[in-house]
């Protein structure tokens, strides 16, 4: 994907209607990390152990040289995020009304961790899956609530979290 977007905006670029291709960030599990340890190694691809995350689509052993390249040719950064960052990302796009897989909080853990003020315009995170992804989703059972209004009122507000 990383690759799909570099090579998309290099086509605008030369066909006059991107002023620029944009830095692109690769956000990967801290569990592994693929192309983070091979921009840091300056080699063109890696493979890495992939230890425990809860991030399992995005937990990968080998990136691949594209997506290396695609870091590399616009200036941008391989970065590594931690589960407890993804979880806190994620949560942040629920409040927002967005249902993401934890691995799809990927890039606005990234944005969190870099710093939004160090880009001086417009920044994009791309989700790339929603909650109906995530394996955990209809594993926990919550009995009906009564059926009267302050009950389920109670319900919901227990449930929003922080």
């Known amino acids: 994907m990383l690759f799909g977007v570099a090579k998309g905006f290099a086509e605008l670029h030369r066909l006059g209607l991107a002023c620029a291709v944009p830095r692109l960030f690769s956000c990967e599990p801290a569990a592994g990390g693929p192309l983070a340890a091979a921009i840091r190694r300056g080699l063109p691809a890696v493979t890495v152990p992939v230890g425990a995350t809860d991030a399992y689509s995005i937990a990968c052993q080998v990136g691949g040289y594209r997506g290396v390249r695609a870091i590399r040719d616009g200036g941008g950064e391989a970065l ?13 796009l629920a409040r927002a009304g967005l249902w993401t897989e934890l691995s799809a909080a990927a890039g606005l853990a990234g944005l969190r961790q870099y710093g939004a003020d160090r880009f001086d315009g417009p920044v994009v995170c791309v989700s790339t899956s929603s909650g109906f992804k995530d394996i955990a989703v209809g594993t926990q059972r919550v009995p009906p609530p009564a059926p009267d209004r302050d009950t389920v009122r109670r319900r919901l507000e227990s449930a929003s979290g922080p």
Do not use: G, H, I
């Open 80 to 92: 590594l995020v931690s589960d407890p960052e993804l979880v806190a990302a994620r949560r942040e």
